[in-house]
């Protein structure tokens, strides 16, 4: 079992930056596929980008690839999004996810974070 929490959501200007943070408990961090989903209003929830157990594969959906980076400090058992050139369409509750695989599909990850809101204003 692995408990998330976000944080670092937060009200801001289009091409502004954001990191967000998710930090876990339990001493099996290290175990874990990680990944960021978001959800905005009326849609489903979308894969963002995932990390794998070492940090040394990622992944990341086309429509942030080039903006948001995703990494993890295994010795601190927190995973983070760096968030560059935000847009109006990047608003959504963003989710922190773990499980076994690197996938982009929703039901494929097994633990969920409570979502930290963010909003980019144009």
């Known amino acids: 079992q692995v408990q998330l929490v976000e944080s670092g959501g937060g009200l801001l200007q289009a091409g502004g930056s954001l990191r967000l943070s998710c930090a876990a408990s339990?001493?099996?961090?290290?175990?874990?596929?990680l990944g960021w989903f978001r959800q905005a209003p009326g849609k489903e929830r979308e894969f963002v980008a995932g990390i794998s157990l070492s940090g040394g594969s990622t992944a990341y959906a086309d429509s942030v690839k080039g903006r948001f980076t995703i990494s993890r400090d295994n010795a601190k058992n927190t995973v983070y999004l760096q968030m560059n050139s935000l847009e109006s369409e990047d608003t959504a509750v963003y989710y922190c996810?773990?499980?076994?695989?690197?996938?982009?599909?929703?039901?494929?990850?097994?633990?969920w974070g409570q979502g930290t809101q963010v909003t980019v204003s144009s």
């Open positions: 339990g001493r099996t961090f290290s175990s874990y596929t």
């Open positions: 996810a773990a499980g076994y695989l690197l996938s982009a599909v929703v039901g494929a990850w097994n633990f």
